[in-house]
Each structure stands twice: as C-alpha cells, then as structure tokens.
C-alpha cells in the first residue's frame, strides 16, 4: 500500500512539471494585463493610464460614450521588454445606431504613448503597430470590403493613416468582422511571434480563435508600450474595453541574444497600393439654385415633347393633303 501511494506522488509530480513547463508558453505578465477590479486607490489604475472621454466602472473601461466627437485612450504605463508576446483583448463595441455608426478603435504597440492625435485618438506618423477595428459604416475611397473592417499598420514615424480612405493604402492585410451589437463576449487575439504577426478573432460565440491574417517578416523593436485608443466623429458608439492580458511566449529556437531596443519597427510586405482617388467635390449650387435649375430643366424638356408631337401632327397633315 505504501508502495501504491509513493507510486501515485510521483506520477503526481511528473505530471505537475509537465504541466508547468507547459504553462511557461502562456506565462501572463500582470504589469501589461488589466483584469477587473480595474481600480487601484483613488482614480488610479495600476499600471495604466487614461485620458479623455475615458471612463473606468467596476465592469468595464468605457474609452467612449456614445457621442459625436469623442476621444479617449487607455495606455499601459511600462514599457514591454518581451520580445514574443500575444495580447488578448476582450472589448464590446456597441450604440444605439442600426446603419450609420463609427468611427472604431485601435490597439497600439507604439514608441510614443498619451499622446491624442487623429488616428482614432492617437497621432500620427506613429512608430510601432497599430490594430485597427474599423467600424465606420459610410466608408470612404474605393475598396472591395465591408465594415467593420480590422487592419494592421507597420509604422516607421514616415508613414500617415489615410482616414478619409480608411488607411487601405498603408495596411498589411485585413479582414472583415462583424463585431458590432453582439449580445455575447467578442475577443482578439494579437501574436508576435518570431517576426510573424498573427491577428485572431473569437466574435462567433463559439470560444474558438479564427484567423484573421497572418503576416511575415514584421520587425518590432522591444521596449514600446501597448495602448487602445478610440474615437467617434459625426457617427458615434460605445468602446468598451473589458479586460487586457498580455502573454509571454517561450520560443525555443528564437535567437535570444539579439539586442532590439533600438531596432526600427518595419515590415517586408504591403498589400498593393490603392490610387488616392479624391471625392468627388460637393456642388457649389444653394437649394433654390438647384430647384430653379431642375424647374428649367423640366420645362425644357415639356417644350421638346410639346415640339415634337406639333411636329409630327403637322408632318401627318400634310401627308394627308398630298393624297387629295
């Protein structure tokens, strides 16, 4: 009997170090995570900071309401120094409009971090990757996808997001998701992992991760802060973000040793670039201009008609005069 028992520890304790050499691939690191309760003492989340329309509850972290012009960002306050990461956000994007709704969010490994701007509350010519939930339902310029729309950037401070044509110029790949008003958890996945950046969605209720895109030959430096970012314009919604862990994988053949603190974050591929085509310019006519306009119009073409059918009838009398 106390041979069985030795025999169960031990099978116990084999087990237990598999399992913990196991978890060392998906070890989290609570200095980049945010997981409820979000409050520290006072006003205080530890280890992030907000600003503008920012508003943090005991279930969730509003970045906006839903209201028009509104911008608010959530920013981690230490630098990631793990050089292959997942970052999992579960987030709700939701409002009250049923066709016209906007503008998204984004989700940020940036050099520069607090700083509002007009990339959906972050600046511009930013360094670092940028994840961007497009939502925006009148979208602009000419692309072949719907909204809402999810995109990466590669940024190396030279690069600017081209709002008006939803930054299709600039992006590495997409795909659609329709992540709006779910009445269920909605979750991304962000995996950088051996200069491969892997986006994944779990928005079908169904506990699964499925593959947005995959993209190869991205270099980013270590040592940029994660943040999520949201802004709304003349269309509005709520950006809930609800929880943030950030994971730290353990790659047995990454070459450890090499130093990227200093590297410049860049990537070897781009989707094809799009011509920048302009909007068409809105007619300077006022309202009465534009009816007086249509009334002549239509007036004319009553006197066409009017002609015409003159015309013809004069044309029939006449070939009824050459038969008498």
Same mark, same amino acid.
């Given at each position: 009997?106390?041979?069985?028992?030795?025999?169960?520890?031990?099978?116990?304790?084999?087990?237990?170090?598999?399992?913990?050499?196991?978890?060392?691939?998906?070890?989290?690191?609570?200095?980049?995570?945010?997981?409820?309760?979000?409050?520290?003492?006072?006003?205080?989340?530890?280890?992030?900071?907000?600003?503008?329309?920012?508003?943090?509850?005991?279930?969730?972290?509003?970045?906006?309401?839903?209201?028009?012009?509104?911008?608010?960002?959530?920013?981690?306050?230490?630098?990631?120094?793990?050089?292959?990461?997942?970052?999992?956000?579960?987030?709700?994007?939701?409002?009250?409009?049923?066709?016209?709704?906007?503008?998204?969010?984004?989700?940020?490994?940036?050099?520069?971090?607090?700083?509002?701007?007009?990339?959906?509350?972050?600046?511009?010519?930013?360094?670092?990757?940028?994840?961007?939930?497009?939502?925006?339902?009148?979208?602009?310029?000419?692309?072949?996808?719907?909204?809402?729309?999810?995109?990466?950037?590669?940024?190396?401070?030279?690069?600017?997001?081209?709002?008006?044509?939803?930054?299709?110029?600039?992006?590495?790949?997409?795909?659609?998701?329709?992540?709006?008003?779910?009445?269920?958890?909605?979750?991304?996945?962000?995996?950088?992992?051996?200069?491969?950046?892997?986006?994944?969605?779990?928005?079908?209720?169904?506990?699964?991760?499925?593959?947005?895109?995959?993209?190869?030959?991205?270099?980013?430096?270590?040592?940029?802060?994660?943040?999520?970012?949201?802004?709304?314009? &003349?269309? +509005?919604? #709520?950006?809930?973000?609800? !929880?943030?862990?950030?994971?730290?994988? %353990?790659?047995?053949? $990454?070459? *450890?040793?090499? &130093?990227? +603190?200093? #590297?410049?974050?860049?990537? !070897?591929?781009?989707?094809?670039?799009? %011509?920048?085509?302009? $909007?068409? *310019?809105?007619?300077?006519?006022?309202?009465?201009?534009?009816?007086?306009?249509?009334?002549?119009?239509?007036?004319?073409?009553?006197?066409?008609?009017?002609?015409?059918?003159?015309?013809?009838?004069?044309?029939?009398?006449?070939?009824?005069?050459?038969?008498?």
């Amino acid at each position: 009997m106390h041979l069985y028992a030795l025999c169960l520890n031990a099978a116990a304790l084999l087990l237990a170090a598999v399992n913990a050499e196991w978890n060392t691939k998906d070890y989290m690191k609570r200095e980049h995570s945010l997981i409820k309760p979000y409050q520290g003492s006072g006003m205080t989340v530890p280890f992030w900071d907000f600003m503008g329309s920012t508003m943090v509850t005991s279930n969730y972290v509003r970045i906006t309401p839903d209201l028009q012009s509104s911008q608010g960002s959530l920013w981690n306050t230490v630098p990631c120094n793990v050089r292959n990461w997942e970052i999992q956000v579960h987030f709700k994007v939701h409002g009250k409009g049923k066709d016209l709704f906007g503008d998204g969010m984004a989700i940020w490994y940036a050099k520069d971090r607090m700083t509002p701007g007009p990339v959906f509350g972050n600046m511009d010519y930013h360094h670092g990757l940028a994840i961007v939930l497009d939502t925006y339902s009148n979208h602009n310029g000419p692309h072949n996808h719907q909204h809402p729309y999810i995109s990466a950037m590669v940024n190396n401070g030279t690069l600017h997001y081209d709002h008006d044509r939803d930054g299709t110029h600039t992006q590495l790949a997409g795909c659609e998701a329709k992540l709006r008003n779910l009445d269920h958890d909605t979750y991304i996945a962000i995996r950088y992992e051996q200069d491969i950046l892997s986006v994944s969605t779990d928005i079908e209720n169904k506990a699964a991760w499925k593959e947005c895109f995959s993209v190869r030959g991205i270099r980013l430096p270590t040592g940029y802060y994660f943040g999520i970012t949201a802004a709304t314009g &003349d269309l +509005s919604d #709520i950006h809930d973000v609800l !929880s943030v862990r950030l994971y730290e994988l %353990d790659v047995p053949n $990454d070459v *450890k040793d090499e &130093d990227r +603190s200093h #590297i410049i974050p860049q990537a !070897s591929y781009f989707e094809s670039p799009r %011509d920048h085509v302009d $909007d068409p *310019k809105p007619s300077s006519l006022g309202g009465v201009k534009m009816f007086l306009l249509m009334m002549v119009g239509a007036i004319a073409i009553i006197a066409c008609v009017v002609f015409s059918i003159m015309f013809y009838q004069k044309h029939q009398e006449n070939n009824r005069k050459r038969f008498y």
